[in-house]
Each structure stands twice: as structure tokens, then as C-alpha cells.
């Protein structure tokens, strides 16, 4: 059930006037990790974490 939650998200961004590329970067970015309560960094078990879409809307662009 991620696909539509970070579409959803994607949408957001976009609509924000955001590039594809502006967007992606600020996807990875901004997600967070649960247990460790990171942002932006990719494991192999995790991926790049649970997206935020509070802190992905209100990254600068």
C-alpha cells in the first residue's frame, strides 16, 4: 500500500509547481526512519523509509 501514499504525495509536490527530478530528491530526502528516526538514508532492509509528507510538502525547493 505504499504506491498510493508516495503517488499521493507525488501529486502534492507537483502540484507545487516541483520538476520530476525536484520531486524525487525531495521524496528520499524527507523520509523517515522508524526506528532509528533518521531522514534520507537508504538500507537495504528499509529502503529510503516511510515517506513524510507534512516534511515533504514544506521542503524548499
Do not use: C, E, H, W
Amino acid at each position: 500500500m505504499a504506491t498510493p501514499r508516495v503517488a499521493g504525495i507525488a501529486a502534492l509536490l507537483t502540484a507545487q509547481g516541483r520538476s520530476r527530478a525536484n520531486v524525487a530528491r525531495v521524496l528520499k530526502s524527507t523520509a523517515r526512519t522508524p526506528p532509528l528516526n533518521t531522514r534520507g538514508t537508504y538500507t537495504p532492509a528499509y529502503g529510503f523509509r516511510i515517506v513524510d509528507a507534512k516534511a515533504a510538502v514544506a521542503a524548499p525547493r
